[in-house]
């Protein structure tokens, strides 16, 4: 208020996130899906609840009766799988710590998977050097395999 009482009207821009005013969101302007609604959990909020929760539970390792978390019991069942020699929990168990790595052969593959039909009769080295003029990066090691072929 300016010192006659009257509002001052500021000056609106319109611009990068300033819409014109009658673009706004009013009470009569409201989005179609306005998401979720209050007070409702998701999905993965649940799941995290359940995970810390504590249940009596039978170690399969020791076959003692303890008091477990939820997240507990599954690393428990996962290593016992493991060691009872279940590849895919081996397999699991390695992609947590290692991470998963992928073969030179499968990167190979989906160079060639990503190159159309009309290269199929170019040879490995011309593959390569197409891959490259694509911007696809190759790891060295299937460079020095196609040199090593060609060598031969």
């Known amino acids: 208020m300016n010192q006659t009482g009257a509002k001052r009207e500021v000056e609106y821009k319109v611009g990068d996130r300033h819409p014109p005013l009658e673009h706004r969101f009013s009470s009569t302007n ?3 899906n306005p998401g979720r609604k209050k007070g409702s959990v998701c999905m993965t909020d649940l799941l995290r609840k359940y995970l810390e929760k504590k249940i009596d539970f039978k170690d399969p390792i020791t076959k003692r009766e303890i008091k477990k978390k939820f997240k507990d019991i599954i690393i428990l069942r996962l290593m016992a799988n493991a060691i009872s020699g279940n590849q895919r929990a081996i ?3 390695l992609n947590r710590i290692d991470g998963v790595k992928q073969s030179e052969a499968l990167i190979f593959q989906n160079i060639l998977n990503n190159i159309t039909n009309e290269y199929s009769n170019l040879s490995d ?18 460079e020095q395999r196609v040199g090593e072929e060609g060598e031969k």
């Open 91 to 93: 397999d699991e168990v």
């Open 125 to 142: 080295a011309e593959l390569i050097d197409q891959a490259r003029a694509r911007g696809i990066n190759l790891p060295d090691s299937i």
């Open 30 to 32: 409201q989005p179609a």
